[in-house]
């Protein structure tokens, strides 16, 4: 039973243009919502967040948009560079859960120059 | 700041075999995590920790052990290693806030191999 769902497991894009990552979820009890982004032989690295309270969290060329009646969020990066390739892992967490996480999939993200 | 570190980086073992997964923070923080990430899947967490002496099971737990006697260590012991158990691990921590919640921080990960 996947609570998190990523449901395309890669997305390639050009230099400069927008990459936009698709997470959705199906725990109503989900109330924060994260992006880590993850290189090769390397640990996960917290990328963006963003509360429940919230429809919209950016941060530089990172954005996180939340649908919460439809149980969607989204990340859009613009302009995409070659060092954004990686893979992009969608997170949930719920108060008072021990800020224990639940993963998607990930999505490989290809930047191409 | 080393952050969290993790030994050995990668590790073959055979069935029926056991190891401890070590892993150290020097952030003082007080919840410690062990994920596993098999290929194609996401992160799911084995067992975690919100304090020395404390330890709890997360997802899949079944097969491995945890003991938590100091704030830095949270040591993932598998007694009677499987082919199933055949994963990257990775080990994360967090100090918690007032906030709903508190960043996790991860180690480099260990790939294990089971044969």
């Known amino acids: 039973d996947q609570q998190v769902k990523q449901n395309s497991p890669s997305l390639s894009v050009q230099e400069g243009r927008i990459s936009i990552l698709n997470c959705d979820y199906t725990?109503?009890?989900?109330?924060?919502f994260l992006w880590y982004k993850k290189y090769p032989a390397e640990g996960p690295t917290f990328l963006i967040s963003i509360s429940s309270i919230k429809d919209k969290n950016e941060d530089g060329r990172f954005t996180v948009f939340l649908n919460k009646s439809a149980k969607h969020l989204s990340l859009h990066i613009v302009p995409s560079q070659p060092g954004d390739s990686a893979v992009y892992f969608c997170a949930a967490n719920s108060s008072g859960a021990n800020s224990k996480l639940t993963f998607g999939k990930g999505i490989t993200l290809s930047v191409r120059p | 700041n080393a952050g969290v570190t993790q030994t050995p980086k990668f590790r073959i073992l055979k069935i029926g075999q056991s190891m401890t997964l070590q892993c150290t923070q020097d952030?003082?923080?007080?919840?410690m995590y062990w994920y596993r990430q098999d290929p194609g899947m996401g992160l799911k967490l084995i067992y975690y920790?919100?304090?020395?002496?404390?330890?709890d099971k997360g997802e899949v737990p079944n097969g491995y052990n945890v003991s938590r006697s100091t704030t830095e260590d949270f040591p993932l012991r598998l007694e009677l290693a499987a082919p199933s158990q055949t994963s990257v691990y990775f080990c994360a921590s967090s100090y918690p806030t007032s906030s709903a919640y508190n960043e996790q921080f991860f180690g480099p990960g260990t790939r294990l191999t089971v044969l």
């Open positions: 725990n109503s009890m989900f109330d924060y």
């Open positions: 952030m003082n923080h007080n919840y």
């Open positions: 920790s919100v304090g020395a002496g404390i330890t």
